[in-house]
Nanobody, 120 residues
């Protein structure tokens, strides 16, 4: 059974930074998704199993950076220049995908989520 544990969420003012982490019990392609209250879950970023390929939603490009520490089986999402619209529960998802994908349906395993709140 694959386990994903997110951490690092919190409350930050607009313009600030946060880093969320996703610790996995194996090495997989990983995606970050978020869900704001009353909205559907949306794609944020993805990284390939090797870490060579990354991809971002247009809304976070240039502000967020996804990376991984393969020795620790941990994927990070560094979030800078945060905006109130970045508020939501952030979920990491893992799968046996080749490359990267923005589709939540391609990921087999999901974490419990971590809350990120950006105040204006």
């Amino acid at each position: 059974q694959v386990q994903l544990v997110e951490s690092g969420g919190g409350l930050v003012q607009a313009g600030g930074s946060l880093r969320v982490s996703c610790a996995a019990s194996g090495r997989y392609a990983v995606g970050w998704f978020r869900q704001a209250p009353g909205k559907s879950r949306e794609y944020v970023a993805a990284i390939s199993r090797s870490g060579i390929r990354t991809a971002y939603a247009d809304s976070v490009k240039g502000r967020f950076t996804i990376s991984r520490d393969s020795a620790k089986n941990t994927v990070y999402l560094q979030m800078n220049s945060l905006k109130p619209e970045d508020t939501g529960v952030y979920y990491c998802a893992a799968g046996t995908i080749l490359g990267v994908t923005s589709s939540q349906y391609d990921y087999e395993y999901w974490g419990q989520g971590t809350q990120v709140t950006v105040s204006s």
